[in-house]
């Protein structure tokens, strides 16, 4: 909690303390003034001074040391014998300061232990206070450390979720390149500079934890033009993007596994639109919708068939996770698996552009 507002809380107890002194005071129509009564007479200095020394031990000495330990016990006693301390202390000061003790102390042994009782059980109320002033603060600072932790762990786990992505793209694009090297040479040339553009994007633009969505399309571009140059047919793919992109940014590699899954189960590469992309942006909302062919085999084999990203397939389940950190009840993730056409649905609403 801030400290200025850590004061104010401490400057608003007290004034209301006083304030509710004061009209004690007019209450019982005494002809002293309020400020003169407070600050100028024996009364009022054991109305605040016995008070203000208790409840600050308590607030800065007791309560930290024994309260977290869950020595209640000890505190209670403790506080007891500091409230009954205090009185006793504060009533000597008095009677040092003034050249003698109050009046009601020399009055009888009975009435000078009833008024130092009652100012014990005055100082006692304003440590109770303390304590819960205290343990309100610690509990607000401890939500705020908490909640931090969260976001650090979510940023953490994220990192973690998208590096485990990351290699399956790089390990595909360099298979590709080396059954090209053999078949096509100028091309190989072409996807190595396609790829240099690619790892660049990877491995610098895409550390952000946020990227303007109009980055990630861009090198959504290179990468399926990237995969187009090793298609018999270009064709296979059919890739569509509509919508107004400006101001609008998005999280590094959110959509690229997902086409990554599709290249590696699409039908073949001579079968015209096996592999179908459309990207749609309207205001701050996206969505994406990918969906391949595939050949389905035997039943008794179809398990191994099954897409990376489906239902239960780990792709799919770090997908989830990922989205799920970072896009938390701002998404919503559809898959379906039918007429041997796996299809994946995300829509999703980012965020502004961070200028």
């Given at each position: 909690m801030p400290r200025?507002v850590?004061?104010i809380?401490h400057?608003?107890?007290?004034?209301?303390?006083?304030?509710?002194?004061?009209?004690?005071?007019?209450?019982?129509?005494?002809?002293t003034?309020?400020p003169?009564?407070?600050?100028?007479?024996?009364?009022?200095?054991?109305?605040i001074?016995?008070?203000?020394?208790?409840?600050?031990?308590?607030y800065?000495?007791?309560?930290?040391?024994?309260?977290?330990r869950?020595?209640?016990?000890l505190?209670?006693?403790?506080?007891?014998?500091?409230?009954?301390?205090?009185?006793?202390?504060?009533?000597?000061?008095?009677?040092?300061?003034?050249?003698?003790?109050?009046s009601?102390?020399?009055?009888?042994?009975?009435n000078?232990?009833?008024?130092?009782?009652?100012?014990?059980?005055?100082?006692?109320?304003?440590?109770?206070?303390?304590l819960?002033?205290?343990g309100?603060?610690?509990?607000?600072?401890?939500?705020?450390?908490?909640?931090q932790?969260?976001?650090?762990?979510?940023e953490?786990?994220?990192?973690?979720?998208?590096?485990?992505?990351?290699?399956?793209?790089?390990f595909?694009?360099?298979?590709?390149?080396?059954v090209?090297?053999?078949?096509?040479?100028?091309?190989?040339?072409?996807?190595?500079?396609?790829?240099?553009?690619?790892?660049?994007f990877?491995?610098?633009?895409a550390?952000?934890?946020?990227?303007?969505?109009?980055?990630e399309?861009?090198y959504?571009?290179?990468?399926?033009?990237?995969?187009?140059i090793?298609m018999?047919?270009?064709?296979?793919?059919s890739?569509?993007?509509?919508?107004?992109t400006?101001?609008?940014?998005?999280?590094?590699?959110?959509?690229i596994?997902?086409?990554?899954?599709?290249?590696?189960?699409?039908?073949?590469?001579r079968?015209?639109?096996?592999?179908?992309?459309?990207?749609?942006?309207?205001?701050?909302?996206?969505?994406?919708?990918?969906?391949?062919?595939?050949?389905?085999?035997p039943?008794?084999?179809?398990?191994?068939?099954?897409?990376?990203?489906?239902?239960?397939?780990?792709?799919?389940?770090?997908?989830?996770?990922?989205?799920?950190?970072?896009?938390?009840k701002r998404?919503?993730?559809?898959?379906?698996?039918?007429n041997?056409?796996?299809?994946?649905?995300?829509?999703?609403t980012?965020?502004?552009?961070?200028?």
């Amino acid at each position: 909690m801030p400290r200025s507002v850590v004061a104010i809380l401490h400057g608003g107890y007290w004034g209301l303390y006083l304030l509710l002194i004061a009209m004690m005071v007019i209450g019982t129509r005494m002809n002293t003034p309020v400020p003169q009564f407070l600050f100028s007479t024996s009364a009022g200095f054991l109305l605040i001074a016995p008070n203000v020394v208790a409840f600050y031990v308590q607030y800065f000495i007791l309560a930290p040391r024994l309260f977290p330990r869950k020595r209640f016990g000890l505190l209670a006693l403790v506080s007891l014998l500091t409230a009954v301390s205090t009185s006793l202390m504060c009533a000597a000061v008095l009677g040092v300061a003034s050249g003698r003790a109050p009046s009601v102390l020399r009055t009888s042994l009975a009435n000078a232990a009833a008024f130092i009782t009652w100012l014990s059980m005055l100082a006692l109320i304003h440590m109770t206070l303390a304590l819960v002033i205290r343990g309100f603060i610690s509990w607000y600072e401890d939500i705020a450390v908490k909640e931090q932790l969260a976001r650090k762990t979510s940023e953490v786990e994220a990192a973690l979720l998208r590096a485990k992505l990351d290699p399956h793209f790089l390990f595909n694009t360099l298979n590709n390149i080396d059954v090209l090297i053999m078949r096509d040479a100028a091309a190989a040339s072409n996807y190595v500079n396609q790829l240099s553009d690619i790892l660049r994007f990877v491995l610098y633009e895409a550390r952000a934890e946020r990227i303007p969505l109009d980055a990630e399309l861009a090198y959504f571009d290179k990468y399926i033009a990237l995969q187009r140059i090793r298609m018999a047919n270009p064709n296979v793919v059919s890739y569509t993007l509509s919508g107004d992109t400006r101001g609008l940014s998005i999280a590094p590699m959110l959509l690229i596994p997902f086409v990554e899954n599709a290249f590696k189960h699409a039908a073949g590469e001579r079968e015209a639109g096996a592999i179908v992309v459309a990207i749609s942006v309207q205001q701050d909302s996206l969505t994406f919708v990918c969906s391949n062919s595939y050949h389905p085999l035997p039943v008794t084999q179809h398990t191994h068939n099954a897409p990376v990203m489906a239902a239960g397939g780990l792709g799919h389940e770090l997908m989830h996770q990922r989205l799920n950190l970072i896009y938390p009840k701002r998404h919503a993730l559809a898959v379906s698996d039918s007429n041997s056409r796996y299809s994946v649905r995300l829509d999703v609403t980012l965020d502004a552009r961070r200028v």
